[in-house]
């Protein structure tokens, strides 16, 4: 069993920038893809970003692409997403979740979520 907690969600006006943090806890989660997905009020949750066991591959929205950054780091059972340039769309809860299933963007693939940062862009 692998326990998420993600952290570093708040307010921030248009065009400023937030660093979530995603700690993970009960085994460790290097062997897996991790994805960031976020849910708006009223909207289904989706994908945001993933990136791969090692790293080594990563795959964003089209709406995020060139502003969010997913990194990880093994040594601190971490995972991280880098937001940049935020917009007032950014606005959601935003998850951390883990995958066994391969490199998918899925929602519905992934088996482990944490329980959510909230994340307020003011126009």
């Known amino acids: 069993q692998v326990q998420l907690v993600e952290s570093g969600g708040g307010l921030v006006q248009a065009g400023g920038s937030l660093r979530l943090s995603c700690a993970a806890s009960g085994r460790t989660i290097r062997s897996y893809t991790m994805g960031w997905f976020r849910q708006a009020p009223g909207k289904e949750r989706d994908f945001v970003a993933i990136i791969n066991w090692s790293g080594g591959s990563t795959h964003y929205a089209d709406s995020v692409k060139g502003r969010f950054t997913i990194s990880r780091d093994h040594a601190k059972n971490t995972v991280t997403l880098q937001m940049n340039s935020l917009r007032p769309e950014d606005t959601a809860v935003y998850y951390c979740?883990?995958?066994?299933?391969?490199?998918?963007?899925?929602?519905?693939?992934?088996?482990?979520w944490g329980q959510g940062t909230q994340v307020t862009v003011s126009s």
């Open positions: 979740a883990l995958t066994s299933v391969g490199f998918t963007s899925t929602p519905s693939r992934y088996a482990y």
